[in-house]
Every structure is written in C-alpha cells, then in structure tokens.
C-alpha cells in the first residue's frame, strides 16, 4: 500500500514563528504537492515538486516556500506564520500527473 | 482555463442510492477521479475512469462519463452512513506533470 505520512497531526503556533511540516512518502514516487483545505474553499494547490531540488509554484504559494532535499520528503514552510494561514494541509504524492495519494493531513492553527 | 464543478451538498437517507455530479470544462481530460474524505483525515482514492471508457461498476459504486456534456457522476448504492463524508470530482487534463484539478467536494450526508 501506497503510504504518505505527515509527521503532525496537530500543531499550534504563534504569529511570527517559522513553521515547518514534513511529509515523507514511500513509495520512490516522483511527484509531491501540498494543499491546503478550508470550508467552502476546497483543496489548493500550494507547491508541488517533480524532482529532487525541484519546486513548481501552485495556486497559492504566497508566504510558503518547499524543499526537496531527498526524493521521499517534501517539506513546507512558513517562514513567518500568521492567522489566515490556519487551516488543513494535506500532502500528497504520485508517479506521475495521474493517480495521487495523500496523507492523512496536518492542522494548523496560528495564535 | 480548467474548472470542475459540484454541488456543495446531498442529503439521502440509509437504503437509497447517493449521486453525486461533477462539471469539467477540458475536454482533453485523460483520467477522471474520485476522492472520498472522512471527517479528519486525508483524501482516499475511490475509484477513477479513463476519458474513452463512459462507465465503470466496482460493487455498489458506479461511475458514469458523459464526454459530450462533460459530466461525471459517481453512483453509491444503499448508501449507508459510513458512507457519509466529502467526496471530491478531480481531472487529469494532460499527460506529463500538471497537477490533478480538484472540484470544491460534495457533502454526502446519509440519515438513518
């Protein structure tokens, strides 16, 4: 079984603190993405990386920054977290642009 | 540009069978999919149809592609309330790279 894990659950942060969340999948798939999901917003897209060392923008990269150092983790930032940035994050992977799996998705709130 | 559309919310009550609808606007959709999500947690793959097929039947879930209309529907039937959750339409508009096209998801509700 595909497996996408997101090492936080729940996290709570203040404004102004630099905020990391990992995803690390194992199934040597090329393709990563992070989503973030509010009510009535659905899911955007906020980067996404094809390769190691390399990111894309989504939708909505304003205020994120990524890094792929390895294949199998995806890392997003928030370099200077603030309060519209709460919400779910879901991370997901692929083989290619097709079928993605995703992880079971981090809450974040900013205090 | 791409667009899948859904309606927000479906109530049906336990026994009855669940249809959910999806819109898309790109006609050069190679594959179709649907994504269920219980409260809490991440999205799971439900099943998924490729553009040339116009249906698919995998026990008591059907999906149904209208090409010509651009329309996707995915068929429960005797819904039962594990069954209520979000359920989200998403297309692959091309081969190679680009990013799945997520609907706003539909909220299946199901009374007992």
């Known amino acids: 079984d595909v497996k996408v894990t997101q090492s936080s659950r729940y996290l709570v942060k203040r404004t102004g603190e630099k905020v990391f969340l990992e995803c690390v999948q194992d199934?040597?798939?090329?393709?990563m993405f992070w989503y973030r999901q509010d009510p009535g917003l659905g899911l955007r897209l906020i980067y996404f990386s094809y390769d190691v060392k390399m990111k894309e923008k989504g939708d909505i990269p304003e205020g994120y920054s990524v890094s792929r150092e390895k294949k199998e983790r995806f890392s997003l930032i928030l370099e200077s977290a603030s309060t519209n940035q709460t919400s779910m994050y879901l991370c997901?992977?692929?083989?290619?642009?097709?079928?993605?799996?995703f992880g079971e998705g981090s809450w974040l709130t900013v205090v | 540009g791409e667009d899948v559309e859904q309606s927000l919310f479906l109530s049906v009550r336990e026994g009855d069978s669940s249809v959910i609808n999806c819109t898309y606007t790109d006609s050069s959709s190679t594959y179709l999919y649907w994504y269920k999500q219980e409260p809490g947690a991440g999205l799971q793959l439900l099943t998924y149809i490729f553009s040339n097929m116009d249906m698919k039947q995998d026990q008591r879930l059907t999906v149904l592609l209208n090409k010509k209309d651009k329309h996707l529907s995915l068929r429960i039937a005797d819904t039962q309330t594990g069954d209520s959750a979000i359920y989200f339409c998403a297309e692959a508009v091309n081969s190679g790279n680009t990013p799945l096209v997520f609907g706003k998801g539909t909220r299946l509700s199901v009374i007992a």
């Open positions: 199934m040597d798939h090329e393709n």
């Open positions: 997901a992977s692929s083989w290619t642009s097709n079928t993605i799996y």
